[in-house]
C-alpha cells in the first residue's frame, strides 16, 4: 500500500495505485469533519478554537501534577497523529459496535499501514504517538452552535472517559502476547463521542488517508470535502473567509497570511483531487465553489442495531 507522501508528484503516483483498487472503509465522528484540531503546537495559550460557519469547537489542554507538585498543562493535541487515532477509534466503534476499545496489535498495524513505522527516539513515532494519545484524551472540548439568536446550542465533549495504555518498544501492547495479555491496553470512548460517532459516522477511504497522511491540512480537506458533498445538491460557494476561519492559521490576521492561506489551500486541494478525482471543484476570487458531484464513499447503511445504540446512550 502507498505510504504517507510529502511531495506532491509522490502524492499524485501513490494516488494513481488507488484508483483500480477496492475501497478500504473507516469512519470519523462528524464533528471532526466540520471542525478541526491544531495543525502546529499553538504553545501555552489558555485555549484554542475553530469555527465553521454556526459550528465552532473550542480546545482547553488537559493538566497534571508533576514531580514538584505544582499543576501543568500537558499541551495541546497537534498535527496527523491525533487525527490518524480519531479515526481508528471512529472506525474501531463502528466496527465493534462498542465503546471499548482494545489497542495492541489492532492500532499498531492501523498506524503501520498508513506508514508509521515504530520508531523509538525522542522523535520518533512511539514517542510522538504517546505524547499526543495523552493529550487526545485529557484535552477538553467544547462544540457550540449558534444558529438562532434565540435559542443556545452546546455540548462538552470528551475523546475517552477513561484509558489504560501499556507501551512496548514497538508501541501499544500486543493484546496476543501471553505477557502482554496480562495488561491489555483499552481506551473506553466518553457517552458522548461514542453517541456521534455511532449515529453520524462519515466514511472515509482509508487508502486515500495513506496518500493524504504526510499532511494535516490535506486530512482535513478530504474529510470535509467527503462529508460536504453528502450534501451538496447545487452549485454552492464557500467563500474564502468561511474556510479561513475553519482552516486557516491561528497566526496574525493580515493581508499577506490570507494570501498565503488561499494559496495553500489550493495546492493541497489539488493534491486531494488526485485521490477523489470524482469530487467536482473549483477556486476563484470569491471562495471554493462545489457542484454535486459522487460521494467518495457510499453512505454507510444505518442499520437498527447502530440506530438502537446510539439511542440507548
Do not use: C
Request: proline share 7%.
Amino acid at each position: 500500500m502507498p505510504r504517507p507522501k510529502h511531495d506532491p508528484l509522490e502524492v499524485v503516483r501513490a494516488a494513481s495505485e488507488l484508483w483500480d483498487a477496492d475501497q478500504e472503509v473507516g469512519y470519523l465522528a462528524r464533528v471532526f469533519t466540520q471542525t478541526s484540531l491544531p495543525y502546529r503546537d499553538p504553545g501555552d495559550v489558555p485555549w484554542w478554537g475553530r469555527r465553521n460557519g454556526d459550528l465552532s469547537l473550542t480546545v482547553q489542554p488537559g493538566v497534571t501534577v508533576g514531580p514538584d507538585g505544582q499543576t501543568r498543562s500537558i499541551g495541546y493535541p497537534y498535527g496527523t497523529m491525533p487525527r490518524l487515532i480519531l479515526t481508528f477509534l471512529s472506525t474501531e466503534a463502528v466496527r465493534t459496535k462498542s465503546p471499548e476499545i482494545v489497542l495492541g496489535n489492532s492500532l499498531n498495524e492501523f498506524m503501520g499501514s498508513l506508514g508509521l513505522r515504530s520508531t523509538g527516539g525522542k522523535n520518533g513515532s512511539i514517542t510522538r504517538m504517546r505524547a499526543q494519545s495523552e493529550r487526545l484524551f485529557k484535552a477538553s472540548l467544547s462544540i457550540e452552535y449558534k444558529g438562532d439568536s434565540k435559542r443556545q446550542v452546546g455540548a462538552k465533549l470528551s475523546v475517552a472517559s477513561a484509558y489504560n495504555l501499556w507501551w512496548t518498544e514497538g508501541g501499544i501492547s500486543d493484546p496476543s502476547d501471553s505477557q502482554a495479555s496480562l495488561f491489555t491496553s483499552v481506551v473506553m470512548l466518553s457517552d458522548e463521542f461514542f453517541r456521534e460517532v455511532t449515529a453520524h459516522p462519515v466514511p472515509l477511504d482509508m487508502n486515500a488517508l495513506k496518500v493524504l497522511g504526510g499532511s494535516a491540512l490535506r486530512l482535513d480537506i478530504y474529510a470535509w470535502l467527503t462529508y460536504r458533498m453528502y450534501s451538496v445538491r447545487k452549485q454552492t460557494t464557500v467563500p474564502w473567509e468561511l474556510l479561513w476561519l475553519q482552516f486557516g492559521s491561528t497566526a496574525a490576521d493580515n493581508r499577506f497570511r490570507r494570501r498565503q492561506f488561499r494559496l495553500d489551500f489550493t495546492r493541497q486541494m489539488a493534491q486531494v483531487l488526485t485521490v477523489y478525482p470524482q469530487a467536482k471543484v473549483d477556486a476563484t476570487e470569491s471562495g471554493l465553489v462545489l457542484y454535486p458531484s459522487p460521494t467518495h464513499v457510499p453512505p454507510v447503511p444505518m442499520t437498527p442495531e447502530l440506530r438502537a445504540l446510539a439511542r440507548s446512550l
